[in-house]
């Protein structure tokens, strides 16, 4: 132990802690944002257009107090997360950013921050800007997410998941640093003294004023996606998340002004967190929208993605997507954007690309022959088919009385007694079943033609 605590005595005097501290926080962060969005692939975009739509919930031959739990907790789940967030304190870190962004404040405005920490204030304003921007912009669609998406019909059981999940995400930033104290062998008092800062009576309006921005924005986007769920599912709910780091942005950079005026933008550190802050969020922003491009504009990486991906006419629809798609659509759309593979951004919305609004016949296929749908959703599918493949009969009856081979035709012999007076012998010695043209109606229309 001796041994030990003199060893930390010169790590800590060379600043070695501090360099593991930054770090911590770095890794901390990133897994923070590929938790988030594992979350976004995994849980929302492998599920589209698959959901249970508000007629069917109201439908189903089940009890009804259940299910009436069930919507309700699905409404207001996150209000009670909310105020537990701002009622206790093992919550607090979900309210975080504020001191994060008064003490980098604090620290831009010393005279270390100004000179030959200069490079430190620009690390960790970046920290700072996906701690208190990013991370927390995507919590509207992964709230949404987690409490439509991985609901169990239990209310109990669905709002453990949920303050489970949102208490882990915010309390990362205090769990790596006992982490740290841990590592370190430091004692519990250095650990309160070192994080004991003086607040000024500003920083409770700032409190109060970053609650208000924070939860009604993220309460309001949650209840609507959970609502819209219900109604369709579609990869276009994915602009809540840029919206939301935009609009975090702008207030960052905007409000605390209008609380405290001018002691806010000091010279030399204050523009520094500016631009600082400003070139991550967009540069984030831009990534994500690389990153998601084929799921964000219709058309674009159609026939890949087809158009009718983006407004499912049906939630028994198989998804297209397969494979390493989340990688493979990013480099996709990169290549669409600039052109890379022979083929302009807006071909598909000028008509030069058949974007496929309307689905094919076997993209319904998995859904009949699956195992994963509900007996009332099988039943509503077959009926769904056997529509389509009547509307496609109907297509070819009118074709063949166009010709003149209509079912009167054909029973006399016609012009074409031969082939079409056999055709139609089959179809009696069937005992005169309806037969339902598939995939090879198209074929057998072209060739009578």
């Given amino acids: 132990w001796p041994c030990t605590q003199l060893c930390w005595f010169y790590l800590l005097g060379s600043q070695f802690l501090q360099w593991v501290a930054v770090v911590v926080a770095v890794l901390t962060i990133v897994f923070q944002v590929l938790l988030l969005e594992s979350m976004i692939v995994a849980n929302f975009l492998a599920e589209v257009p698959h959901t249970t739509t508000w007629y069917e919930w109201w439908t189903l031959d089940e009890p009804w107090l259940p299910r009436l739990i069930w919507l309700l907790g699905k409404v207001i789940v996150f209000w009670f997360m909310i105020g537990n967030a701002v ?93 740290i104290a841990f590592a370190a062998c430091l004692p519990q008092d250095f650990v309160d003294q070192s994080s004991t800062y003086l607040q000024g009576p500003r920083c409770q309006v700032v409190y109060r004023t970053y609650r208000y921005v924070l939860f009604w924005w993220t309460g309001i986007w949650t209840t609507l996606l959970i609502l819209l769920f219900r109604y369709q599912m579609t990869p276009l709910y994915l602009w809540v998340v840029p919206a939301s780091f935009l609009y975090f942005l702008v207030l960052w950079q905007t ?42 504009f219709p058309c674009v990486c159609a026939p890949e993605v087809p158009g009718w991906f983006f407004f499912p006419p049906s939630n028994m629809l198989l998804s297209p997507l397969e494979g390493e798609w989340d990688t493979k659509y990013f480099y996709l759309f990169v290549e669409r954007l600039f052109g890379l593979g022979g083929r302009a ?86 005992g005169g079943r309806r037969l339902l043209l598939g995939g090879g109606a198209s074929l057998l229309n072209g060739t009578l033609i």
Wanted: aromatic share 14%.
């Fill in 87 to 179: 009622n206790f304190d093992d919550s607090q870190s979900f309210l975080a950013s504020p001191e994060i962004r008064l003490l980098l404040r604090s620290l831009a405005n010393r005279f270390e921050g100004q000179t030959y920490a200069y490079c430190t204030v620009v690390l960790w304003t970046i920290i700072s800007e996906f701690a208190t921007v990013i991370v927390v912009s995507y919590f509207a669609l992964v709230s949404a997410i987690i409490i439509n998406v991985e609901s169990t019909g239990n209310a109990l059981g669905d709002a453990t998941i949920i303050f489970l999940i949102f208490d882990f995400i915010p309390e990362l930033d205090g769990w790596a640093m006992g982490l």
């Fill in 345 to 430: 951004f807006l071909d598909g919305l000028w008509g030069e690309v058949d974007c496929g609004w309307e689905p094919l016949e076997s993209d319904y296929e998995r859904f009949y022959h699956g195992d994963l749908q509900t007996p009332q959703q099988f039943q509503k599918g077959w009926e769904t088919r056997v529509a389509q493949l009547e509307g496609q009969v109907q297509v070819l009856t009118n074709v063949l009385a166009s010709l003149g081979l209509g079912a009167d035709g054909l029973a006399d012999g016609g012009s074409d007694g031969g082939a079409a007076g056999r055709m139609e012998a089959s179809l009696r010695d069937a």
């Fill in 255 to 296: 409000w605390p002004y209008c609380l405290d005026g001018w002691p806010v933008c000091f010279p030399h550190g204050g523009p520094c967190i500016f631009w600082a802050a400003l070139g991550t969020t967009l540069l984030w922003t831009g990534f994500f929208i690389l990153r998601y491009g084929c799921f964000l």
